[in-house]
């Protein structure tokens, strides 16, 4: 069962991706559009752009806290995650302990108001919020990286093998690859301006 995202995109091993596919009874995707992940999919469920439900948007080194209002309906008969997700387990019979409730707007603020409590400073009410479109957020003008490493590395050393900052990995150096050395170093790429095929193909992306 796969929900947002597209492994085919990022997946280390496309190749290995394929055949484990393969070994699998049953494939069920929530996608959009017709990506890789989709092709392989037993099951393909329409779902809802970003453009056709509401949401909000965010991460933790993030100025800003953003409103992602709905701007169009559903497309034909998709529907968003949340909605097909609270249909199967009510078919499975446990859909109030999914939803406890609430619907995918009602989640929202459940959540916003939950995180605001947990704050050691004041924010928007949800409303004001989703009225504005976005919250800003106070940001660690002071965070130095590895300060404390810095200030005393013997006490406060790093996950290297070291505790210090490694150039050399002899892990890495272990494996014997032709291709990726124990130490930073230029390689050529398979593909690149600078190439034998660039000549013929100048075309690059």
């Known amino acids: 069962y796969w929900s947002g995202g597209n492994p085919f995109h990022h997946h ?16 069920v995707v929530h996608d959009p559009y017709w990506t890789a992940m989709a092709k392989h999919a037993d099951i393909v469920v329409p779902s ?4 056709e439900r509401n949401d909000f948007s965010g991460s933790k080194n993030d100025p800003l806290l953003v ?9 034909a008969d998709s529907r968003d995650d949340y909605t097909t997700f ?4 009510e078919r499975l019979g446990f859909g109030e302990q999914f939803t ?27 409303a004001e919020f989703w009225a504005a479109g976005h919250v800003e957020l106070p ?14 590395p013997q006490a406060h050393p790093l996950g290297t093998p070291s505790g210090r900052i490694e150039i050399f990995s002899e892990d890495i150096d272990s494996f014997g690859y032709d291709d990726c050395a124990g130490h930073p170093r230029w390689y050529e790429p398979a593909e690149w301006l600078g190439g034998e095929r ?5 075309l690059h992306l």
């Open 139 to 152: 940001t660690d003008t002071g965070l130095t990286l590895f300060e404390d490493f810095r200030a005393d």
């Open 100 to 126: 406890e409730g609430r619907t995918a707007w009602e989640w929202l603020v459940h959540l916003y108001e939950k995180w605001a409590a947990g704050l050691d400073f004041a924010v928007p009410s949800f």
């Open 198 to 202: 660039a000549r013929r193909y100048p």
């Open 48 to 51: 809802t752009t970003s453009f």
């Open 12 to 27: 280390q091993n496309i190749p290995r991706l394929r055949r484990a596919l393969g070994r699998v009874d049953t494939i």
């Open 86 to 89: 609270s249909a199967l387990a």
């Open 67 to 75: 409103a992602m209002p709905q701007l169009a309906e559903p497309y």
